[in-house]
Nanobody, 124 residues
Framework: VQLQASGGGLVQAGGSLRLSCAAS????????MGWFRQAPEKEREIVAA????????DYADSVKGRFTISRDNAKNTVFLQMNSLTLEDTAVYYC??????????????????WGQGTLVTVSS
């Protein structure tokens, strides 16, 4: 699976951004999708995940109620709607795909394919 993330940028605190990740190469609906992020000098952490059908979602506590993950299997795309952004949300965001497993929270090692990352910068 090839993954191409987009939608990052500079936003003021309290604002919103929508990230997209377009997949190609294999059957998109066979893969559980996740969004990770990595802030400077920090470990990569899971933000949200969505099941293969899109019916089930999981979120890190730090983003619950503010972020929404969704997918469109007809368009081979997964989204991350980010609202009420704070300075702590500044990071490079990565989309990732895993063929097997659905545990939460997952480690990054459990994902098979990764996008290139898109930078989100939240300013005060």
């Amino acid at each position: 699976v090839q993954l191409q993330a987009s939608g990052g940028g500079l936003v003021q605190a309290g604002g919103s951004l929508r990230l997209s990740c377009a997949a190609s190469g294999r059957t998109f609906s066979d893969y559980r999708m996740g969004w990770f992020r990595q802030a400077p000098e920090k470990e990569r952490e899971i933000v949200a995940a969505v099941s293969r059908s899109g019916r089930n979602t999981d979120y890190a506590d730090s983003v619950k109620g503010r972020f929404t993950i969704s997918r469109d299997n007809a368009k081979n795309t997964v989204f991350l709607q980010m609202n009420s952004l704070t300075l702590e949300d500044t990071a490079v965001y990565y989309c990732a795909a895993r063929r097997y497993g659905s545990n939460w929270p997952p480690s990054k090692d459990e994902f098979d394919y990764w996008g290139q990352g898109t930078l989100v910068t939240v300013s005060s």
